[in-house]
């Protein structure tokens, strides 16, 4: 069974760029959410989809979106890039929200600004 | 708000047991987890445990909870070099929509 994959490894942009991220989850997996791991700020939480909807969201700013598709899949998308968005983005995926089943992680997306 | 504590640095010798420490602040926490990350790699999920359990033993692990001092631990039995990587301590509470709080980690290097 594969595990949540996230695309692209990595990702170079310049501030004021756009970024999109990928993730898949789980087959079977209907929540989908996604954490930034930046150095020094530890692992944040940013957004939580479950069954197409956003159903919650961490201290980030507007320019942090996404969107969960029919196949549950996801995109995190951000917007005019800071220099201080370059982190490891992961993406987790559970069986079903908000019911307390563990998260399995995928691999991240490395996003570098330049 | 919720907090999660953990030690930043543990060293052991190979064949030795290592503990990895953790408390947290949030009395409605439900699940405690332990994940595993290696260099360049994601997060892997190593066990977790349901509040209401004082402890749960998985092959090589062990996990203890104390609700009452809200203090996690991770016991790795005969710590292998391939052990050696960042642990994580996180807990998710009904009230936090099921987002994971993270401990700040605890690199463990194993040494031969």
């Known amino acids: 069974e594969a595990g949540v994959t996230q695309s692209p490894t990595h990702l170079i942009k310049t501030r004021g760029q756009q970024a999109t991220l990928r993730c898949s989850p789980i087959?079977?997996?209907?929540?989908v959410y996604w954490y930034q791991q930046a150095l020094g700020l530890g692992l944040q939480f940013l957004l939580w989809?479950?069954?197409?909807?956003?159903?919650n969201r961490g201290n980030f700013p507007p320019r942090f979106s996404g969107r969960q598709f029919p196949n549950y899949s996801s995109e995190l998308n951000v917007n005019a890039l800071e220099l201080e968005d370059s982190a490891l983005y992961l993406c987790?995926?559970?069986?079903?929200?908000?019911?307390?089943?563990?998260?399995?992680f995928g691999d991240g997306t490395r996003l570098s600004i330049l | 708000g919720e907090d999660v504590e953990q030690s930043l640095f543990l060293s052991v010798r190979e064949g030795d047991s290592s503990v990895i420490n953790c408390t947290y602040t949030?009395?409605?926490?439900?699940?405690l987890y332990w994940y595993k990350q290696e260099p360049g790699a994601g997060l892997q999920l190593l066990t977790y445990?349901?509040?209401?359990?004082d402890m749960k033993q998985d092959q090589r692990l062990t996990v203890l909870l104390n609700k009452k001092d809200k203090h996690l631990s991770l016991r790795i039995a005969d710590t292998q070099t391939g052990d050696s990587a960042i642990y994580f301590c996180?807990?998710?509470?009904?009230?936090?929509?099921?987002?994971?709080?993270f401990g700040t980690g605890t690199q463990l290097k194993v040494e031969l």
């Open positions: 987790a995926s559970t069986l079903k929200g908000g019911s307390n089943q563990p998260q399995h």
């Open positions: 087959s079977g997996h209907t929540s």
């Open positions: 989809y479950d069954e197409g909807e956003e159903r």
């Open positions: 949030d009395s409605s926490s439900t699940y």
């Open positions: 445990i349901f509040s209401n359990m």
């Open positions: 996180a807990e998710s509470s009904t009230g936090g929509g099921n987002k994971l709080t």
